[in-house]
């Protein structure tokens, strides 16, 4: 089974990571992706290493699965001339080129869509592609602060950090992937493409959640933190014995199993709205009734009564993990040259109205540099 986007042509001229990740979604939907690269050297993150396995860069395999590749110089009438006819078979075009890079290769949006009316273009930037700042480079660290997201994270508001994944990065390419979906639906109805436009400002700006209409509506600014939530406690990470645990009590009747289970004083505590004015005061009543236990009973022991809860796990650990596994987000694939590999697999599942089972199991593995070019360039002769 290849998946609900059988039969759709994506074309990506995108590198590094935001594009290249709304590509693999749309790969791992069953689409025919084919990554177009730049000769001898190909996507930037070919080089970002070490890790390496052999002479592949592990950055490189983790947002490139399900694809073919082929190198053409943009420059080159005759690699453009390939290009143009692959545009004109596609049905996606996906670029994170900054603001007029393209227009100047004479390879302008506007200018393939009048080639080809029903393709739908996905454009990535970083700060947008229009505004007094439309033009700036956009790099996820800097996103990351431009858009408020190291100054929710860390230990407190002298600690800004960044997130431990290219979050905006990631974030752009899943909404990238969101919006196609949708203009390909659209052109079910029109028989007429579009263009998708979104940044990683706008990426993270679109999950500030509670955060956002904290300062829109309240006017608060939120600041980090550390492991406790600004909004519900006790909810975080909270130190036992030989470790510590996470607990997550979203409910005043989880805070009364609570209380009961480990016999806390509740005296002044009795709702989340008290508990979050006096977080320090119940970090320090959690932690002293925990104070005894080791992680592996306190764990037993929450799930028993009912309170949600978890370890803080290491990805060893996490790939290791038989739930893991039992969710399909381990692949394995064969490479051309490192032979058979195993990656982190796609997040969603597919069933049938019968319960069975649909989600696509033919993965490709990532492709070394114009692999398919010589059958690609035929393909289009």
């Known amino acids: 089974m290849s998946g609900p986007l059988d039969g759709v042509l994506v074309v990506d ?3 590094a990571l935001a594009g290249p990740h709304a590509t693999m979604m749309l ?9 177009v690269e730049a000769p001898g050297r190909g996507d930037d993150t070919r080089g970002w290493g070490p890790p390496f396995a052999g002479d592949e860069s592990t950055y490189f395999l983790s947002a490139n699965r399900n694809k073919e590749s082929i190198a053409l110089d943009l420059k080159d009438p005759a690699d453009r001339e390939v290009l ?9 075009l996906v670029e994170n080129f900054r603001t007029g890079v393209l227009e100047r290769l004479g390879l302008g949006l506007e200018s393939l869509q009048a080639r ?21 480079a956009g790099y996820d660290q800097i996103a990351q602060g431009e858009a408020g997201l190291m100054s929710l994270t860390g230990s407190g508001p002298a600690d800004p950090q960044r997130v431990g994944v290219p979050i905006g990065d990631l974030l752009a390419g899943m ?7 949708a203009a390909l639906r659209e052109r079910d109805l029109t028989g007429v493409g579009q263009v998708v436009r979104t940044s990683l400002l706008a990426a993270v700006v679109g999950v500030h959640a509670f955060q956002g209409t904290r300062y829109t509506v309240a006017g608060e600014v939120g600041v980090a933190q550390g492991n406790h939530h600004p909004s519900i406690a006790p909810y975080g990470l909270f130190h036992c014995a030989d470790g510590s645990v996470q607990i997550a009590v979203g409910s ?24 979050v004015a006096d977080r320090g005061r119940v970090i320090a009543v959690v932690e002293g009734a925990f104070a005894e236990w080791s992680a592996e009973r306190l764990l037993a022991r929450l799930d028993e009564v009912g309170v949600p809860a978890g370890k803080v796990r290491g990805l060893d650990e996490v790939y290791e993990w038989e739930q893991t596994a039992s969710q399909g987000l381990l692949i394995d694939v064969e490479h051309s040259t490192l032979g058979a590999v195993r990656l982190p697999g796609p997040p969603l599942r597919f069933f049938g109205a019968d319960g ?15 692999q398919h070019g010589e059958d690609i360039r035929r393909w289009v002769s």
Request: proline share 5%; aromatic share 6%; charged share 30%.
């Open 175 to 181: 909404y990238g992937a969101y919006g196609v979906l």
């Open 27 to 35: 790969g791992d939907l069953g689409a025919r992706v084919i990554k």
């Open 252 to 275: 005043e009747g989880l805070w009364q199993r609570l209380v009961t289970a480990f016999g806390l004083d509740e005296t002044g505590l009795e709702t989340n709205a008290l508990r």
């Open 356 to 370: 069975e089972e649909r989600t696509r199991r033919d993965h490709g593995a990532p492709p070394t540099l114009d």
């Open 13 to 15: 001229l995108s590198r």
């Open 84 to 92: 143009l006819r692959l545009v004109d078979r596609a049905d996606v």
């Open 116 to 136: 080809n009316p029903r393709l739908i273009a996905l454009s990535i930037t970083g700060f947008g592609h229009d505004g007094p700042e439309g033009g700036r």
